[in-house]
């Protein structure tokens, strides 16, 4: 197993260091995945200005972690399941879907089951769907922009996902509370 370092302020300097003290200044402290993604500053930028992107979609504050949630469940990323969580609770999103998210979907609310349905079957398929699956999405009551609104929050979970999977990450004190297994 290659085991990659876990970046501190203290022995950063140059872009590493900026980026990380981003981290802290938008978290409070500098969290594990950031911790190993500033090996490549770069990453770590893109995963700012993804996510930043995301954060401003059309999608409701439930619907944005219903499409995070379902990225991370298909992904099986054990660090993010747990860190979007505390997100979802901080802002405040019912815990039904919190929970139907981390039991991998069956929600009440159709349409946001379809969002899953959705972000998961593209997930799935590689963006690959055909016509009927998006037609779907829209008669759910979705938009054409909804449909690269998911295609943003897919490639934002990815990199973070794809990264744990590499890292190995470990959860951070204040997530494990909320720690999962699939």
């Known amino acids: 197993m290659v085991d990659f370092k876990y970046h501190t302020l203290e022995?950063?300097?140059g872009e590493r260091k900026e980026v990380l003290m981003e981290v802290k200044k938008r978290y409070g402290f500098v969290n594990n995945l950031s911790a190993g993604l500033a090996e490549a500053p770069a990453a770590m930028r893109a995963y700012?200005?993804?996510?930043?992107?995301?954060?401003k979609?059309?999608?409701?504050?439930?619907?944005?972690?219903v499409a995070w949630f379902a990225v991370n469940y298909y992904n099986n990323c054990h660090y993010c399941m747990p860190a979007h969580t505390y997100a979802?609770?901080?802002?405040?999103?019912?815990?039904d879907v919190i929970e139907t998210a981390r039991q991998g979907g069956g929600y009440a609310d159709?349409?946001?089951?379809?969002?899953?349905?959705?972000?998961?079957?593209?997930?799935?398929?590689r963006g690959n769907v055909d016509d009927a699956a998006v037609e779907a999405f829209l008669a759910a009551g979705y938009t054409k922009q909804n449909v690269f609104?998911?295609?943003l929050?897919?490639?934002?979970?990815t990199l973070t996902n794809y990264s744990n999977h590499v890292l190995n990450t470990p959860v951070?004190?204040?997530?494990v509370r909320y720690a999962w297994e699939r």
């Open 11 to 13: 022995e950063s300097d």
């Open 48 to 55: 700012f200005a993804v996510g930043d992107e995301a954060m």
């Open 57 to 65: 979609t059309s999608f409701s504050a439930p619907e944005r972690h």
């Open 88 to 95: 979802a609770k901080a802002e405040k999103i019912p815990e």
């Open 110 to 125: 159709e349409k946001l089951q379809a969002l899953h349905d959705f972000t998961t079957l593209m997930v799935d398929q």
């Open 149 to 151: 609104e998911v295609i």
């Open 153 to 157: 929050i897919i490639a934002h979970k």
């Open 172 to 175: 951070d004190e204040p997530l």
